[in-house]
């Protein structure tokens, strides 16, 4: 049996960049014979296609899988974004484990079908730490606002950064002060040694003061070796009042993520963002009003826990707030994304609410 895919091909140049392309052609080192021994398992025809064994198929599968998910990164990323719109990217949209859990893929007793699906190339079950990036074109040049540097930074940045052309970050605000919110503060150094002179972090006292236990170097470097290459950055403590980044005026939110622990949201324009919550002060909801985009955290498909909402609050909270639209975040692996996908798409149909999933890569065109 054998499996054909249609190309254009026609030349013995153009049959030579596929071969390269399928992964045949081995590094100089290795004899002619080697490339010869892989390039039989599959041939040319005369109606610009290939023939490839079955055998072969499979083991090349994994190759071609890869090199189609590369390809269609821009056509999975959501809304089409004008060159001179604002728009917001999501990093990440798990939790702090990330998913897959290595945890369920090295469980032998029990297959985890969420991290299972996690696990293959281009899965939107494939979560790393919750965080966005606000890109706000102006006039003047693109501003890029990172909201949490978690300990999945530097993954979710060599991901999503090149690809989208993300260069410089012009200021890092923080909602809270766990390892998935600054465990990634110290790979910003990447950015201070070889992009820019410094990266402004904008945070609550509160969050600040965990800072100095966690990142103490980063926050009084007296003690740093000399020479040593450390985060350059300039700390500014926020309130619970409106504050400018740039000339982008942020609005916070406040929420409780935990009994007595408090974190903050944070409203850009008409988008409101709000990433780790288990309740919402009643303080809070008039500064949510209007808003066109909602972005909440929904951990599980079943049930709160003690400091996140689940699926059922969530979705309670949205119809009190009435965004136009929702995209939640923070999801577990409880949370497969086709299938919560399909049941938030009859809420449309019966309640007339635009709720969905975000995914990491998602990208999305906000008016700032």
Known sequence: MEFSCRSYIGTEKTQAKMAVFLGIVRPASHSLFSITRFTRQFSFTNNNSISISRKSFFRFKPIVTASLHSSSANA????????????????????????????????????????????????????????ILIRHSRPSGNRNFLIDVG??????AMKWFPAYGIRTIDAVIITHSHADAIGGMDDL?????????????????????????????????SDIIPGAAVSELQFNIIKEDPFIVHDLKVIPLPVWHGSGYRSLGFRFGNTCYISDVSDIPEETYPLLQDCELLIMDALRPDRSSATHFGLPRALEEVRKI???????????????HEVVTERLLKLRETEGIDVQLSYDGLRVPVSL
């Open 151 to 156: 300990k999945f930074f530097y993954h979710s």
């Open 322 to 336: 009435k965004p136009k639209r929702t995209l939640f975040t923070g999801m577990m692996h409880l949370m497969d």
């Open 189 to 221: 150094r990447d950015w201070t040694n070889n992009v820019q002179p410094s990266i402004p972090i904008y945070v609550a006292s509160r969050d600040f003061e965990v800072m100095k236990k966690t990142h103490y170097y980063l926050i009084d470097k």
């Open 76 to 131: 999975q990323s959501g809304a089409e974004v004008s060159a001179n719109q604002s728009e917001l990217i999501f990093l990440g949209t798990g939790t702090s484990e990330g998913i897959p859990r290595v945890s369920c893929l090295t469980n032998p007793l029990k297959t985890c079908p969420v991290c299972s699906k996690a696990a293959e190339p281009g899965s939107r079950n494939r979560r790393l730490n919750t965080s």
